[in-house]
């Protein structure tokens, strides 16, 4: 099984999917990164290999993007075996003022009241994908930014059929609240 977390910009995706991998052999990676404090830490895209790519979709079971870069790869996603797909959506005014809060100085002037509320819908990814609803799990923004993960990581581990390991995805959390 592949799966896909697909997000918008400031929404938590890669929190997300660092959560999800969590385990023994990577656990303190993760520690690390969380609290690592650099000031002058390029954005996400900036660094190289950051951004979705057809190499990184074949090589990896766990991939994540936000809606462009999956559409850019779509037949190869299409034509992939099982799939699941995580969308962390901004479905309420509560989710868009959240990020809009991590914009910051980007001042992108309502950004998310716009198209970027329907491009995290699952009826997107069952008709461009082709992906059964049932593989199609979506958490909204709101549930992520709070402080008790516990529902969420709950629910995420019920969808995969997997054994998350919810003490450490939650002292992350934890830590990755205080960042943000």
């Known amino acids: 099984m592949k799966l896909i977390i697909c997000f918008p910009p400031f929404a938590g995706g890669n929190h997300v999917k660092n959560m ?3 385990n ?7 520690v690390q990164l969380y ?8 954005g996400v895209h900036m660094r190289p290999g950051a951004n979705l790519t057809k190499e990184k979709f074949h090589k990896n079971n766990i991939v994540h ?4 870069e999956v559409m850019s790869i779509r037949n190869d996603i299409t034509n992939s075996g099982y799939k699941k797909w995580l969308l962390i959506s901004p479905d309420t005014h509560e989710c868009r003022s959240i990020i809009s809060k991590r914009f910051g100085e980007l001042d992108l002037d309502s950004y998310y009241d716009h198209e970027q509320v329907f491009l995290y ?3 997107l990814y069952h008709n461009y994908f082709g992906s059964k609803m049932k593989d199609i799990m979506n958490v909204s923004i709101y549930e992520l930014f ?7 990581l709950d629910r995420i581990d019920f969808f995969l059929s997997s054994n ?4 450490k995805a939650k002292y992350l959390h934890k830590i990755w609240r205080e960042k943000v």
Do not use: C, L, M
């Open 35 to 42: 609290t690592d404090k650099a000031p002058s830490q390029p």
């Open 65 to 68: 993007g936000h809606f462009g």
């Open 20 to 22: 999800i991998q969590v």
């Open 146 to 152: 709070s402080d008790n993960i516990n529902s969420v």
């Open 164 to 167: 998350i390991d919810k003490e």
């Open 24 to 30: 023994e052999e990577n656990f303190e990676k993760y």
């Open 121 to 123: 819908e699952p009826h």
